[in-house]
């Protein structure tokens, strides 16, 4: 099912959905490793479950004679297969991640093709970062530069449009289709005004929803989703959530998400001995914000559960 029928279902019976985001585990690991992180939070019947993408990486290995060889990895592989074990194994709707960046176009039709075999309806489309060996985006020769250029072929899939134009009497898609959206804006966006008027491009071209990167708040978020709906952008906005776990993430999360860190919850994790006090922070905070905004009658509060997924239990048991 998709997520915005997942929305509309839950708004006319008054209902606040839960849902997670998951990562893929390290190459090697086996999926029992993400089952294990994911059974705890299953009892809280998840709408759905995202499941982030990793592009693959270039490092530079030593050779015994000190020279280095270049080699391309991917730390993270299979999204598309661990939407399908999940929706097999849980019998929940999945949302994989598709991003631009290290994707021909023509790579993007083949994968968003299985996601349909599969029976997966959404697909939350990103352009991705940098990666690591790049200053900055640098888009595939044959790929996307934007989000907004791959949402427009997940549109075109969706109205039976493929790369191959002959093709007669082809399937159309129907995937829903969610966006990211930066309440504290996007770190390479000049201005929030600017950065939403890209955010609107997105909606304007077929978004369903959008999906928030995290804040920890909650003004921001309110701030955010009043600035969308004076321009225009009506569709459901759902918040991003993630518990603080360590003292080191006062400089680990603003720097590699840009976002600030209230000086209250600085105060706090500050006087924590160790970081079992940080967690138990990261929950009084995290059970706070989440009760504010389903007060508030957000459609969805979305937890990214990478590293602690006991404390995103732990905080919805008292929601
Ligand atoms: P875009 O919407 O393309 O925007 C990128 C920047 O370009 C913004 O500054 C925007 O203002 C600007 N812009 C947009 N359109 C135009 C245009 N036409 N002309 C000029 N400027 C423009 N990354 C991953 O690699 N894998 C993941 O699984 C993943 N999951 C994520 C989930 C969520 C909920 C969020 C919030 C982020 C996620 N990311 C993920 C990170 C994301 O890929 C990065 O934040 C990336 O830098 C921007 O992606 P975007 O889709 O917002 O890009």
New binding site residues.
Partial sequence: MKVIEHINRAKEKNETLISFEVLPPLKGKGIEALYEHMDPLMEFHPAYINV????SEHEFRKNPDGSFKKVTIRKRPGTESICAAIMNKYNVDTVP?L?C?GFSITETEDALINLQYLGIDNV?V????AAKHETA?IPHPDGHR???DLLKQVVNLNNGIYLEEELINSRKTSFCIG??G?PEK?F??PNME??LV?LK??VDAGADYI???MFFDNAKYYAFVDACRAKGINVPIIP?LKPISTKKQLTTLPKVFSIDLPSELCNEVLKCKNNEDVEKVGEEWLLEQSRDLKKNGVPVLHYYTLGKPHIIANAIKRL
Wanted: hydrophobic share 35%.
């Fill in positions: 982030t993408y990793h592009r991640h991003i960046g939350l990103l352009r991705g970062d985006f934007y989000a907004i966006v990211a930066y996007h390479e966006a600017t950065d890209y491009a997105k999906v928030t990167q991003g």
